[in-house]
């Protein structure tokens, strides 16, 4: 007989945080979304506060119960799930300022914050042999130029912290007390070696002492790892004796529920999306190296995974069982993608009219605005020509991969004197189809190097909007997946929660269980093909345009700015 259990999925964003409570079959029951604080204290400083994203959490697991009717003593697991974020904390487990203002309140570095680009400059300067598991470019989205930052900026919190945490791990942290580590995290975003032999009893992979002595955190390995993480471990593996009695009570839930080993969020994503069962049959290892997990949100993740490592320049990875376990993770990325398009649609001069007009008529900013590309392109032969002089750049937040620049910079060419709701709804679509050319330009590094990528598995913010969807499987030629559950990013957590209740033997075995495949959107060929062949040549010819005016502008003596 099928259980009756429930599992909870907790995901934190890099502006909410999010409870999802699921079946064992991956239906989703409840869910509910709090928002989180964010300071920018200065340009490329964004910060954030783990006290305020642990409330929102236990509030959102309160809703979730009240809101299905079920009692927290049904809850069998719990997954959590966050941004790559660094956390610092005390020796009594108290926030730590990460902040140019000294307020301890705000103690985390969030992912997109891009103040340890210098640090990161002479990281990779170092050539180390653990920058080869980084696409050999290590990112200041990553922790080590972060914690190079806090160690040569702030020396005070560097000695006061007791735990350098990433984001998903102290969340389980704070739910169970337990120092366990993500395999995830670290290996993403921490340099550790997963596929290499455990130095520590309990573990898996190593750290690399040669690399923090080599980049000048040498206190790390002198200290043994303690303050980074001594015991790592994979996803979904039940940590401890699960809930601590205290944080039991503050979420509603059961001490002693199981907790699994957290994941990044847009690997969480993958998790809940990847295995799923397309044209009724489930894949085999050969048909993963055929897929990849596009996760949408503020920035972009390109998620796909190999039975052999697979080396690509500009490319995370290759990461060992960093999202499914066994197999090898390379990942790609674009650093601003949902908060693009909100750059391009609400600082645009038509923008004050636009959300009247779409107010008015009952409807979003972003339906509104598909309406009227819809219209507009009555005239046109397909909708996607209406762009045909417009070109958008769209590094605005610098590229991620594969380029791996974070001094790039957004380019628009085709610019008229005119500032229209339909000169904004042309510059939206301009900038959708850039971002889906950074997609098609990330596949294209991928398939050089062996992969086969033909399907794309789609979950988050954008995948909301058809012409999202559209753009993206007409420029990259490849057919879009929708999940059949649409919060694939909490099905995964979820999943995790699942595995370490025992509920299913292995994190496969809970992604085939629970993730399936929905609608599938089809490119078109011919003339749309044509055409997005040409918008893509413009697309890579902007970048070698950029490149040039650094080089010339660079003859003149005035060193470039790093902000």
């Not at 417009?390 to 008229?416: E, K, Q």
């Amino acid at each position: 007989m099928a259980s009756n259990h429930r599992f909870i999925g907790i995901d934190v964003g890099t502006g909410s945080a999010r409870a999802g409570l699921f079946d064992r079959t991956g239906a989703l029951l409840a869910s509910a979304t709090e928002d989180i604080k964010t300071w920018i204290p200065e340009l490329d400083f964004v910060e954030q506060s783990s006290t305020d994203i642990w409330k929102a959490v236990c509030r959102c697991v309160y809703r979730v119960l009240k809101d299905a009717h079920v009692a927290g003593e049904r809850v069998k697991g719990i997954g959590f799930d966050a941004t790559c974020s660094l956390v610092l904390l005390d020796e009594l487990d108290n926030p730590v300022t990460v902040s140019p203002t000294g307020k301890d309140e705000q103690n985390i570095i969030v992912w997109m914050d891009h103040r340890a680009i210098s640090q990161a400059q002479r990281i990779n300067s170092s050539n180390h042999s653990v920058l080869d598991y980084v696409g050999g470019i290590i990112s200041p989205e990553m922790e080590s130029p972060k914690l190079l930052w806090l160690k040569e900026n702030l020396p005070r919190s560097w000695s006061r912290t007791a735990h350098f945490f990433d984001l998903p791990d102290f969340l389980t942290y704070r739910a169970t007390g337990n120092d366990t580590r993500s395999l995830c995290t670290t290996v993403c975003k921490w340099t550790y070696l997963g596929h290499e032999s455990s130095e520590t009893e309990g573990s898996m992979g190593r750290w690399d002492s040669s690399f923090f002595q080599s980049i000048g955190l040498g206190d790390f390995p002198e200290q043994h790892f303690r303050k980074i993480g001594t015991r790592v471990r994979p996803m979904g593996e039940p940590i401890g004796t699960g809930l601590t009695a205290s944080s039991a009570a503050e979420l509603g839930l059961k001490a002693g529920t199981a907790v699994g080993v957290s994941i990044i969020d847009a690997h969480a994503g993958g998790i809940g999306m990847i295995g799923a069962d397309i044209d009724e049959h489930a894949p085999s290892l050969e048909d993963l190296e055929h897929r990849i997990a596009l996760i949408g949100g503020t920035s972009s993740c390109h998620m796909a995974v190999s039975r052999k490592p697979k080396y690509i320049d500009g490319i995370w990875g290759p990461y060992y069982s960093a999202m499914v376990p066994g197999m090898w993770l390379t990942e790609g990325g674009q650093s601003a993608t949902g908060s693009l398009v909100d750059q391009t649609v609400f600082t645009h001069g038509a923008s004050a009219e636009l959300k009247e007009r779409a107010e008015k008529s009952g409807i979003s900013v972003y339906e509104f605005l598909n309406q009227r590309l819809n219209d507009l392109a009555k005239a046109e032969p397909f909708p996607a020509a209406l762009t045909r002089e417009l070109h958008v750049c769209p590094y605005f937040h610098g590229n991620r991969s594969p380029w791996a620049d974070p001094t790039l910079r957004g380019m628009i060419s085709g610019l008229r004197l005119s500032s229209t709701v339909d000169d904004l709804a042309l510059l939206y679509q301009a900038t959708i189809q850039a971002i889906a050319c950074g997609t098609r330009h990330i596949l294209e590094a991928m398939n050089a190097k062996g992969y086969q990528i033909d399907t794309i598995l789609a979950c988050g913010g954008g995948t909301r909007n058809p012409l999202f969807l559209t753009e993206h499987a007409d420029i990259t030629k490849c057919r879009i997946v929708l999940p059949k559950e649409s919060e694939a990013v909490l099905l995964g957590s979820a999943i995790l929660g699942a595995v370490a209740s025992r509920e299913y033997t292995t994190v496969a075995e809970g992604m085939a269980a629970m993730s399936t495949a929905g609608s599938v959107i089809e490119p078109h060929g011919d003339a749309v093909a044509h055409f997005h062949d040409a918008k893509y040549k413009v697309f890579k010819q902007l970048h070698e345009d950029q490149i040039m005016y650094l080089g010339i502008m660079g003859s003149c003596g005035i060193s470039q700015l790093t902000v």
